[in-house]
């Protein structure tokens, strides 16, 4: 499985943005997830989704961020809105794996920044 992130960008405090990781390979059936990893700390998870649409959220982006995919167009979207400088990374594609654990995910795209500027 091979996955490109697109989508991030810079943006202010209280803003929206979008990213998208097209995925391509053997995609049936798998979950699907965004990481994120800002400079300095660990990376970890933002958001996951099952091949049904069941999703999962960890506590810092509920309300906010809203997970998504595409079956179809074998696309998974991570809809960020009221960013604030926090959330300032570089945001993950993932695929393969079931937990908050990294290691737990088999197959990664190569990232894309986000910066939130306050």
């Known amino acids: 499985v091979q996955l490109v992130e697109s989508g991030g960008g810079l943006v202010q405090a209280g803003g929206s943005l979008r990213l998208s990781c097209l995925a391509s390979?053997?995609?049936?059936?798998?979950?699907m997830g965004w990481f994120r990893q800002a400079p300095g700390k660990e990376r970890e998870l933002v958001a996951s989704?099952?091949?049904?649409?069941?999703?999962i959220y960890t506590d810092f982006v509920k309300g906010r961020f809203a997970i998504s995919r595409d079956n179809a167009k074998n696309t998974l979207y991570l809809q960020m809105n009221s960013l604030q400088p926090e959330d300032t990374a570089v945001y993950f594609c993932?695929?393969?794996?079931?937990?908050?654990?990294?290691?737990?995910?088999?197959?990664w795209g190569q990232g894309t920044q986000v910066t939130v500027s306050s």
């Open positions: 993932a695929a393969g794996g079931t937990r908050a654990v990294v290691t737990a995910w088999a197959y």
């Open positions: 390979g053997r995609t049936f059936n798998i979950n």
């Open positions: 989704i099952s091949w049904s649409g069941r999703t």
